[in-house]
């Protein structure tokens, strides 16, 4: 579920494909192929490498790999705009209600703050995992070719 598009140069441009996860978890058929080997007296053969995700795949064959693209929410900032919204609600809360001469206002604060920012952390870990279910479901395949970095 690729689409190439041709650059300007006329070679087709690969999808970004930096942070996927494989699809199934496993290795490609790509990357189990054997890969060429030099023998230090010069002769070169064959040698199946099947665990080896880290050999390079010959230069013929481009180890390609399907993965599953996605863009998942992160949890900590949507239940910490939870926790926010309900210490501003506090705030609202604690300085516009009735004086009390038993109680301070910023005690006040201090308990609606915990009756309000604990619902709006559990209701806003609630909306992440629904958003997180909605991006399970628009999740697309595509294919990764592995490169090699010599620098790194």
């Known amino acids: 579920m690729t689409s190439e598009h041709p ?4 070679t087709p441009e690969q999808p970004e494909t930096r942070g996927a996860v494989p699809a199934d978890g496993q290795p490609s ?11 230090p007296d010069g002769a070169s053969g064959t040698t199946a490498s099947p665990g080896s995700a880290d050999s390079p795949a010959s230069p013929g064959s481009p180890a390609y790999r399907e993965v599953t693209v996605r863009r998942a929410p992160k949890f900590v900032p949507f239940m910490a705009v939870g926790a926010i919204l309900g210490f501003l609600a506090a705030l609202v809360v604690a300085y516009t209600g009735p004086v009390d001469p038993t109680l301070t206002r910023e005690s006040i604060l201090g308990f609606f703050t915990i009756a309000f920012a604990l619902p709006g952390v559990l209701l806003a870990a609630l909306l992440v995992l629904v958003v997180d279910r909605r991006s399970v479901k628009r999740a697309e395949r595509a294919r990764a070719q592995r490169t090699y970095d010599d620098g790194a």
């Open 7 to 10: 650059s300007p140069h006329g």
């Open 29 to 39: 058929p790509a990357d189990r192929e054997a890969t060429p080997v030099v023998q």
